[in-house]
C-alpha cells in the first residue's frame, strides 16, 4: 500500500512539475510529459502501472480519457464554429475515412502489420488529440478561425477514431467468424444511436435540474463529474469505447445551454483535465516495455513518415476544397494532427483484444502507436509556432491591454498606448463613449464586455491585461473579477481600488488591483484630464536614469507602468522592482510647463497671503486697549 501511494505521488508531482517547467520554459507540456514517463517508465522501472495497479488500471484510464474528451465538449461552442463549419464538417466526414483506410493500406504495405492489425490501428490514427491541441493551442497563440479548427477536429474525432476501431474490431471478428454479420450491424446502429440520445438526453437533464435550481451550487461541479462517469459507463456496456462518443455529445450540449454557473464548472473541470492530463502521460508512457521499444524498425519509421508527410496532408488537403477555409489554413491543419491520450489508451486496449482472438502482432499496434505519439507531439509541438507564424496565422504576440469604460480619459489612454505600440482595445456599451476612440482609429468593442457574445468577440489570450476606468466601482470590480481567472488575477486592474476598512470597501477576493499605488477615482482623474494633465511616454537612458526621471516629474504625477523592450508591460502599483535603462515609462502628469506655472502661482498665492495675514493681525491689535 506505501509503495502505491508512493507511486501515485510521484506521478502527480511529476506531472504538474512537467507542467510548470513548460509553462516557465515556454515548451510543449506534452514533450516534457512524454520525457517524465519515459523515465519512471522503461529507463528506470519504477512505473510498472499494470503490475502496480492491477485491474483498475485501465479502468482508471478510460474514465480519465472519459472526463478529458467531456470537458473539451464543454468549449465547443456553435457561435465559434460559424466561419469554420464548413471545413470541420469535410474533415471529420471524409477525411476521417481516408486516413483510416490510407494507414491500413500504409500499416500493411511499408509498416509489415497484418491485416487485422493494420485495419484497427488506421482507425485509431484518425485521432489527432485534445490532449495535446489544448496546451499547444494555448502557447501557439493562433488567431480565431485556425484555432477553432483544430479544436474542434481534435475532439470530435476523438471519440470517432475510437469508434471506428470498434467497428474495424468487430468486422474482424465477424470475418473470422466469432460473430455474425447481421448482429454486428444492428449492434452498430443502436450503440451510434444510444450514444449520441444518451448524450443529449443527460445533457438537458442536467441543465433543466441545474437551471430549475434541484442541485444546490456546491454540489453542480461533482454533480456533473459523477453524471460524466456513470453515463460514460452506462454506455460502454452496449457498445465498447461509445461511452466516448456520448460524453463528448454531452459535453458539446450543455457548453450550448443557458447555465449561468457553467463557467465557474467549466474552470473546475479545466483543473481536473489538467491533473488527469499529466498524469494519465506519464502512466502510458511508462506502461511502455523497452521490447516494444526495440521492436521499431526502419519499416515503422517508414510508416510514420508516410502517415505524417503523404496520408494526411494528401487527405486534408482534399477534403477541404472549397470549405471556405483558407490555403494557410488548409496546409496546418494537414500538417499539424498530434496524437494523444485516447489514440495511446485505445490502442492498448484493442491491442489486448486482438491478441486474445489469436493476432499474433497485435502487440506491435501499441508500438507503432506510442512511435507516431512521439515523434507528432515532437514534431508538432516545436513547429506550430514557427509554421503558424510563416503562414501569417499567428495573432499579434506582444502583450496588450483591453480598457473597459470609454471616457475620454480611457481613450486618451487608448491613444497613447496605441502610439507605444501596444497593442489596446476600449470596451463600452454606448456608442456615444466611443466616438473619440472610432476617430482616433483605436479598436472598440461595442456591447456588454460581460456578455457571452463579448466572450467569443474578445480573444481574451490577445490581452494579457485588463483595466476597468468605468466611473462605478462596484462594476469595474465585477469586470476584474470575470476576467480575473482568464487573464490572471495579477493582471486585472482597476481605477480607485481602495485597500482600506471602510464600509463601503469591496472583499479582497472581488476586483481587481489598483492601477495606480495611491489609489485616485474616475471623478479625480476626470478633473486632473480637465485642467491639462496628459499621457506622458518617456524612455531612459543611461544617462536619463529612473532617479532622475523621479525628480524631473511635475507634483502628483501618476506613474501608471513601463514597457520593457521585449514588449512585456509592467504596472507600476504591482511592480517588485524599479525601471531600467531602455524602459519607457508611461505616466499621467501635468505638462511640465504648465507644472511650473501652476507652482508659480501657487507661490504668488502665499505670498499675497502673508502680508494679507499680518496687516489683519496689526489691526486687529490697534483695536485692543
Same mark, same amino acid.
Given at each position: ?15 504538474i512539475a512537467?507542467q ?7 515548451l ?10 519515459f523515465?519512471?517508465?522503461?529507463a528506470?522501472?519504477?512505473l510498472?502501472?499494470a503490475?502496480d495497479?492491477?485491474t483498475v488500471?485501465?479502468p ?10 467531456f470537458?473539451?465538449?464543454l468549449?465547443?461552442?456553435?457561435r ?12 471529420i ?6 486516413i483510416?483506410?490510407l ?12 491485416w ?10 484518425v485521432?489527432?488529440?485534445p ?9 501557439a497563440q493562433?488567431?480565431?478561425?485556425p484555432a ?7 475532439i470530435?474525432?476523438?471519440?470517432i ?10 468486422v474482424?471478428l465477424?470475418?473470422i467468424g ?6 454486428l450491424?444492428?449492434l452498430?446502429?443502436v450503440?451510434f444511436g444510444v450514444a449520441?440520445?444518451?448524450g443529449?438526453v ?7 435540474s441545474f437551471i430549475r435550481?434541484?442541485v ?5 461541479a ?11 459507463a452506462?454506455t460502454n456496456?452496449?457498445l465498447?469505447?461509445?461511452?466516448l462518443?456520448?460524453?463528448t ?5 450543455l457548453?450550448n445551454?443557458r447555465?449561468?454557473s ?6 473546475f473541470?479545466?483543473? *481536473?483535465t489538467?491533473?488527469? $492530463?499529466? !498524469?494519465?502521460?506519464i502512466? %502510458?508512457? =511508462?506502461?511502455?516495455?523497452? @521490447?516494444?521499444i526495440?521492436?521499431?524498425d526502419?519499416s515503422a519509421?517508414l510508416?510514420?513518415a ?14 477541404t476544397?472549397?470549405s ?7 496546409v496546418?491543419s ?6 494523444? *491520450?485516447?489514440?495511446?489508451? $485505445?490502442s !492498448?486496449?484493442f491491442?489486448? %483484444?486482438? =491478441?486474445d482472438?489469436?493476432? @499474433?502482432?497485435?502487440?506491435?499496434m501499441v ?7 512521439v515523434?507528432t507531439?515532437v514534431l508538432?509541438?516545436?513547429?506550430l509556432?514557427?509554421l503558424?507564424?510563416f503562414l ?7 502583450p ?5 469604460g ?8 487608448? $491613444?497613447k498606448?496605441?502610439?507605444a ?6 470596451a463600452?456599451?454606448?456608442w ?8 482616433a ?5 461595442f456591447g456588454e464586455v460581460l456578455?457571452?457574445?463579448?466572450h ?7 490581452f494579457s491585461?485588463?483595466?476597468a476606468?468605468?466611473?462605478?466601482d462596484?462594476?469595474?470590480a ?6 480575473g481567472?482568464?487573464l490572471?488575477r495579477s493582471?486585472v486592474?482597476?481605477?480607485?481600488r481602495a485597500?482600506d476598512k471602510?464600509?463601503q470597501?469591496?472583499?479582497?477576493t ?6 495606480t ?10 478633473e486632473?484630464?480637465?485642467?491639462g494633465?496628459t499621457?506622458?511616454?518617456?524612455r ?21 507602468l ?5 514588449g512585456a ?5 504591482t511592480a517588485?522592482?524599479?525601471p531600467?535603462?531602455k ?9 511640465k510647463d504648465d507644472?511650473r506655472?501652476?507652482a508659480?502661482?501657487?507661490?504668488a498665492r ?6 494679507a ?7 486687529e ?5
Amino acid at each position: 500500500m506505501d509503495d502505491i501511494v508512493l507511486k501515485l505521488s510521484v506521478i502527480g508531482a511529476a506531472g504538474i512539475a512537467a507542467q510548470w517547467f513548460a509553462w516557465r520554459l515556454r515548451l510543449p507540456a506534452i514533450v516534457l510529459l512524454l520525457a517524465a514517463g519515459f523515465v519512471a517508465g522503461p529507463a528506470t522501472g519504477f512505473l510498472d502501472p499494470a503490475a502496480d495497479f492491477g485491474t483498475v488500471y485501465r479502468p482508471m484510464v478510460s474514465i480519465a480519457v472519459a472526463i478529458i474528451l467531456f470537458e473539451g465538449g464543454l468549449t465547443l461552442n456553435f457561435r465559434e464554429i460559424r466561419e469554420t463549419s464548413t471545413a470541420v464538417r469535410r474533415i471529420i466526414m471524409y477525411a476521417g475515412p481516408m486516413i483510416w483506410g490510407l494507414a491500413a493500406l500504409a500499416a500493411h504495405y511499408i509498416g509489415g502489420l497484418s491485416w487485422p492489425t493494420a485495419i484497427v490501428l488506421g482507425a485509431i490514427l484518425v485521432v489527432t488529440g485534445p490532449t495535446v491541441i489544448m496546451p499547444l493551442l494555448r502557447q501557439a497563440q493562433l488567431e480565431a478561425r485556425p484555432a477553432s479548427l483544430l479544436r474542434w477536429e481534435a475532439i470530435i474525432n476523438d471519440p470517432i477514431g475510437a469508434l471506428f476501431a470498434v467497428v474495424a474490431f468487430e468486422v474482424i471478428l465477424v470475418y473470422i467468424g466469432l460473430h455474425e454479420a447481421e448482429n454486428l450491424i444492428v449492434l452498430l446502429l443502436v450503440g451510434f444511436g444510444v450514444a449520441i440520445g444518451t448524450g443529449i438526453v443527460a445533457a438537458k437533464f442536467i441543465a433543466w435540474s441545474f437551471i430549475r435550481g434541484h442541485v444546490p451550487e456546491f454540489l453542480k461541479a461533482p454533480v456533473l463529474l459523477a453524471s460524466v462517469v456513470a453515463v460514460y459507463a452506462a454506455t460502454n456496456m452496449l457498445l465498447e469505447e461509445s461511452g466516448l462518443l456520448t460524453v463528448t455529445v454531452m459535453g458539446v450540449v450543455l457548453a450550448n445551454s443557458r447555465i449561468a454557473s457553467l463557467t465557474d464548472m467549466r474552470r473546475f473541470k479545466e483543473t *481536473v483535465t489538467t491533473l488527469l $492530463v499529466s !498524469g494519465v502521460f506519464i502512466i %502510458l508512457t =511508462a506502461s511502455l516495455s523497452m @521490447e516494444e521499444i526495440r521492436s521499431l524498425d526502419w519499416s515503422a519509421a517508414l510508416f510514420v513518415a508516410a502517415l505524417l508527410l503523404v496520408i494526411r496532408p494528401v487527405a486534408i488537403l482534399l477534403a477541404t476544397i472549397r470549405s471556405g477555409a483558407t490555403i494557410q489554413e488548409r496546409v496546418l491543419s494537414a500538417w499539424i494532427a498530434p496524437r494523444g *491520450v485516447v489514440a495511446v489508451a $485505445v490502442s !492498448g486496449l484493442f491491442g489486448t %483484444l486482438l =491478441a486474445d482472438v489469436g493476432v @499474433e502482432d497485435a502487440g506491435r499496434m501499441v508500438a507503432f502507436t506510442f512511435a507516431v505519439v512521439v515523434t507528432t507531439i515532437v514534431l508538432h509541438g516545436f513547429t506550430l509556432g514557427p509554421l503558424a507564424s510563416f503562414l501569417s496565422l499567428k495573432r499579434d504576440s506582444k502583450p496588450g491591454i483591453l480598457i473597459v469604460g470609454g471616457s475620454r480619459w480611457s481613450t486618451a489612454l487608448a $491613444v497613447k498606448l496605441k502610439e507605444a505600440e501596444v497593442p489596446v482595445m476600449l470596451a463600452d456599451p454606448n456608442w456615444n463613449h466611443l466616438a473619440e476612440a472610432r476617430l482616433a482609429n483605436i479598436p472598440v468593442y461595442f456591447g456588454e464586455v460581460l456578455s457571452e457574445s463579448a466572450h467569443h468577440s474578445i480573444d481574451p489570450k490577445r490581452f494579457s491585461n485588463l483595466i476597468a476606468a468605468g466611473d462605478n466601482d462596484a462594476y469595474n470590480a465585477l469586470v476584474c473579477t470575470d476576467f480575473g481567472p482568464e487573464l490572471g488575477r495579477s493582471h486585472v486592474f482597476q481605477i480607485g481600488r481602495a485597500d482600506d476598512k471602510a464600509r463601503q470597501a469591496l472583499n479582497f477576493t472581488l476586483g481587481g488591483r489598483s492601477l495606480t499605488k495611491e489609489p485616485v477615482g474616475f471623478l479625480a482623474l476626470r478633473e486632473k484630464l480637465l485642467k491639462g494633465w496628459t499621457f506622458q511616454l518617456t524612455r531612459l537612458t543611461d544617462e536619463f536614469t529612473w532617479e532622475a526621471y523621479q525628480a524631473t516629474r511635475p507634483e502628483g504625477a501618476l506613474i501608471l507602468l513601463w514597457i520593457k523592450p521585449s514588449g512585456a508591460i509592467v504596472f507600476a502599483s504591482t511592480a517588485t522592482s524599479s525601471p531600467v535603462e531602455k524602459d519607457r515609462i508611461l505616466s499621467f502628469a501635468m505638462p511640465k510647463d504648465d507644472a511650473r506655472q501652476e507652482a508659480a502661482s501657487k507661490t504668488a498665492r502665499k505670498a499675497e497671503e502673508i502680508p494679507a495675514a499680518s496687516q489683519a493681525a496689526t489691526d486687529e491689535g490697534k483695536k485692543r486697549p
